[in-house]
């Protein structure tokens, strides 16, 4: 631009009469669209949900970003094996509440909390969404053998709550599994009983640890103390299978269903 206003001043000392100014103009003019388009472009790019860098929705932060305080100084193994546990998938449901803004009070319960009910009785509950509230001091009685539908228009929030729900915002008994499909279901060859089956995350994380485990034990044949280390490890995978009777999952999946 510089040499554009250089070359239009000269050009105003031509005897032609200002043809070399109006020249610098053009050239100034012809700067200042090609700025223009550049910022528009720049302003484009930054609106584009696709760009890369958009942020990222709370569900698709991995477990492991979602708790990296709670995680630190942690080993590989122990993250993989506290990411699996119950106590683990509770934490990175809550804290994915906490960053989408869903907040969840009730009343304090009279008496304790049996850990082998198979039933949830919970008073006085109130889920929030952006301080917004979307039930208010409302009984939630879920009773086992029952099937319950939640009803309600477009965008009430009926998704977030059962996001709470699955999250245990709310006291829920150890005993019962909770599995929340958040989105419709992709078109898919699987049948049904498949579908619900493996929506289990835990025994299929459990199952892709006990295959790791198990080729660490081949890879480590010449060293005892290492396959000693990587058997505990192991048996603590196969019992927590055998807890979650991986044999009946399928015929349970069934009973679910039907």
Do not use: W
Not at 1 to 18: F, Q, T
């Amino acid at each position: 631009k510089k040499k554009a206003k250089a070359a239009g001043k000269k050009g105003g000392k031509d005897k032609k009469g200002g043809k070399g100014k109006k020249g610098g103009d053009e050239d100034d003019d012809g700067g200042e669209e090609e700025k223009k388009s550049d910022d528009a472009a720049a302003a484009s790019a930054s609106a584009s949900p696709s760009s890369p860098g958009a942020a990222p929705s709370v569900d698709d932060i991995p477990p492991e970003e979602l708790l990296a305080g709670r995680l630190e100084g942690m080993s590989s193994s122990e993250i993989e094996a506290f990411l699996a546990s119950s106590e683990g998938r509770q934490e990175v449901a809550l804290e994915r509440l906490s960053r989408a803004q869903i907040s969840v009070n009730y009343e304090a319960r009279k008496t304790k909390l049996d850990p082998r009910s198979r039933d949830v009785n919970v008073s006085g509950v109130t889920v929030n969404f952006h301080s917004k509230p979307l039930i208010e001091d409302t009984d939630l009685v879920i009773n086992y053998g029952n099937r319950y539908g939640f009803v309600g228009p477009n965008g009430s929030g009926k998704s977030t709550v059962l996001k709470a729900i699955a999250a245990r915002a709310v006291p829920i008994p150890d005993s019962l599994d909770i599995y929340f499909l958040d989105s419709e279901y992709p078109a898919t060859d699987k049948t049904a009983i498949s579908a619900v089956f493996e929506a289990n995350d835990e025994i299929e994380l459990l199952e892709k640890k006990a295959t790791r485990l198990n080729d660490a034990m081949g890879d480590a044949a010449d060293d005892e103390d290492a396959q000693a280390s990587i058997q505990d490890e192991l048996e603590k995978v196969y019992e927590r299978l055998d807890q979650l009777d991986v044999s009946t999952a399928e015929s349970r999946a069934s009973a679910i269903l039907h």
